[in-house]
C-alpha cells in the first residue's frame, strides 16, 4: 500500500505524471490543449483538499468530466470572427456589391450576338432550368445546346475580360 500524500506539494508531484498523461489522451477527443485540461482538474483537486483527499481512480474520472464539460461548451457555443451583428450573409455591403455584379454580368449577357443572351438569361435563372427545358425554350436541340452553351460562354468571357482587367 502506498503512503498517503500529507502535503498539497507531495500530492501534486505523485499526481502529476498520471494527471498529465490522462489529459494528453482525453484532450484530443474534446478539442482541448492538454494543459487546459490539467489545469481545470487541479483546480477541482483544491477544491477537494479539506477532505480527506481523492478516492485512487478519482483523479481519472475528473479528467473526463473535464473532457465532456469542454465537449459541451464546445457544441454550444461559436466563435465570433468579426462583428456579432455582421453575420456576413445579410452584410449590406456585400449584398449592394453581389447585386452589381449580377447586374453587370446580366448587362453583359445582352450585348451577345444571336441567340446567346436568352441562352444565357436561361442558365442564370434563379429557378434552375434542365437542359431539356432550356433547349424547349430556345427551340433548339438538346445535343446542340452544350456547344452553343460553350460559344456563348466563350463570347461573354471575351466581353468582360476587358471590363474586369480594367479595375
Do not use: F, N
Not at 483544491?46 to 474520472?61: F, K, M, N, Q, V
Amino acid at each position: 500500500m502506498t503512503p498517503v500524500p500529507v502535503t498539497a506539494y507531495e500530492l501534486l508531484v505523485s499526481l502529476r505524471p498520471l494527471l498529465t498523461a490522462e489529459a494528453s489522451a482525453e484532450a484530443p477527443g474534446c478539442g482541448a490543449e492538454p494543459g487546459d485540461l490539467e489545469q481545470a482538474v487541479w483546480l477541482r483537486l483544491l477544491e477537494r483538499l479539506g477532505t480527506d483527499g481523492p478516492p485512487p481512480d478519482w483523479l481519472r474520472r475528473a479528467v473526463r468530466t473535464e473532457a465532456r464539460r469542454t465537449r459541451r461548451r464546445a457544441r454550444r457555443e461559436t466563435a465570433l470572427t468579426g462583428d456579432p451583428a455582421d453575420t456576413g450573409r445579410h452584410d449590406p455591403e456585400r449584398l449592394v456589391l453581389a447585386a452589381a455584379r449580377r447586374r453587370a454580368l446580366r448587362d453583359a449577357a445582352r450585348r451577345l450576338p444571336g441567340r446567346c443572351p436568352r441562352l444565357i438569361e436561361a442558365l442564370l435563372s434563379p429557378r434552375d432550368p434542365t437542359y431539356r427545358e432550356i433547349a424547349g425554350e430556345l427551340a433548339i436541340s438538346q445535343g446542340s445546346l452544350g456547344p452553343e452553351r460553350s460559344r456563348c460562354l466563350g463570347c461573354l468571357r471575351r466581353l468582360l475580360t476587358p471590363e474586369v482587367a480594367g479595375r
